[in-house]
């Protein structure tokens, strides 16, 4: 690479569990404006679900396994980046002027430029880009009650977006943008619009930044807790798992089952991620639950394969696979006219 090759800027999208990362995903690999990225996808949890969801928008996404970027896998970053630089160089696939990953939603985004500037491969060709963090509007206050990384994540931001903003009140909205004010007065705010149609100005920085580093954020957040482990730990009791359903779902019976669950145990149940085969129809359905809440579901146009299993995901505080799969197992036998699908977790 010779001196005047301008370095590649690696943006990244954050956001607690559910804030709308694929969402806006999905909204700028759709857009002209972005259609020379590459995209890399950090999913906590042994299996994701996002890449099913981007479907073939993203055909060359690259997905991080297990594990958040910030911790556990940064090797598995370094490598991640590199193998990219390599098949660009390869032409194996096509130049891309910017990368875009989107990390877990546990993941604090802090050290991941220091991933990049400390590598002496990737800092020839890579420069940290805009952190842009979505907070939902919804889950704010529980979520930054509850767990210390969703204060990272919004004190490292570049850029904030409020998601979710049509879902509540114009007061807990100001309320919302007062709390932001205090944890990172420096952030530039977007407004819905750049969610639905993202523009340039997504990731682009500007003079009005102040660049904190991550040492610089903890001591800034000092006052208020302790700050966030780099390591596994942070996650705590959190954990993830998926579980299978072979067979057909009698999806009122699944609906009223995950409401009882969410009612009774929604601060643990940080998040569910489903994509259904919803008996009498052949689109598959995606279902999207955060703490307390449950998103309308959305019908996708077809399954991408023919493998037409249904996936349940969660990630949850203390609750585990097999006490989640005898309630779905039970609730489903004692209340559905139609034989039960098996259900599987791992
Ligand atoms: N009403 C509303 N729903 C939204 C908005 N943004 C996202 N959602 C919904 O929120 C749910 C979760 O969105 P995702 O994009 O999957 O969230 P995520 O941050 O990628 O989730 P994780 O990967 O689990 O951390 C989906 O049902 C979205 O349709 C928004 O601005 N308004």
Redesign the pocket.
């Known amino acids: 690479m010779n001196e005047t090759t301008p370095l590649v800027p690696v943006h990244v999208i954050s956001?607690?569990?559910?804030?709308?990362?694929?969402?806006?995903l999905k909204s700028v690999l759709a857009s002209e404006a972005f259609g020379d990225s590459a995209v890399l996808i950090n999913?906590f949890g042994d299996v994701g679900l996002?890449d099913r969801?981007l479907g073939e928008i993203a055909e060359d996404a690259v997905l991080l396994s297990s594990g958040c970027v910030c911790c556990t896998i940064r090797g598995e970053l370094s490598e991640a980046l590199r193998r990219l630089l390599s098949r660009r160089q390869d032409g194996e696939i096509p130049a891309f002027k910017r990368i875009v990953l989107?990390t877990?939603?546990l993941a604090d985004p802090g050290p991941i430029a220091s991933t990049i500037t400390a590598d002496p491969v990737l800092r020839h060709h890579l420069r940290p880009g805009t952190n842009l963090t979505?907070v939902d509007a919804l889950n704010a206050v529980d979520s930054r009650a509850q767990h210390p990384v969703w204060e990272a994540q919004v004190a490292v931001a570049d850029k904030l977006v409020i998601?979710?903003?049509?879902?509540v009140e114009e007061d807990t909205l100001a309320g919302l943008e007062a709390m932001l004010d205090t944890i990172n007065p420096a952030a530039q705010r977007l407004g819905?619009e750049a969610?639905r149609q993202p523009s340039d100005e997504l990731f682009a920085s500007g003079p009005h930044l102040q660049r904190f580093t991550p040492g610089q954020v903890k001591s800034w957040l000092g006052p208020w807790r302790k700050p966030p482990q780099h390591d596994p730990e942070h996650l705590g009791d959190i954990r993830s798992f998926r579980l299978g359903l072979e067979g057909e779902v009698d999806w009122t019976c699944l609906g009223i089952w995950l409401s009882m669950l969410l009612n009774r145990h929604g601060s643990d149940i940080l998040?569910v991620?489903g994509v259904l085969h919803v008996q009498g129809d052949d689109r598959p359905v995606v279902l999207?639950g955060?703490q307390h809440t449950i998103?309308p579901p959305?019908h996708v146009e077809a399954w991408p394969s023919d493998d037409r299993r249904s996936e349940l995901i969660f990630?949850t505080r203390d609750i585990d696979a097999e006490r989640v799969t005898q309630s779905l197992a039970t609730f489903m036998d004692k209340v559905s006219d139609h034989p039960s699908p098996r259900i599987l977790h791992a």
Not at 15 to 24: E, N, S
């Open positions: 956001g607690f569990l559910g804030a709308g990362k694929t969402t806006l999913e996002d969801l989107e877990t939603g979505l998601s979710k903003a049509d879902l819905a969610l998040r991620k999207h955060v998103h959305e990630i």
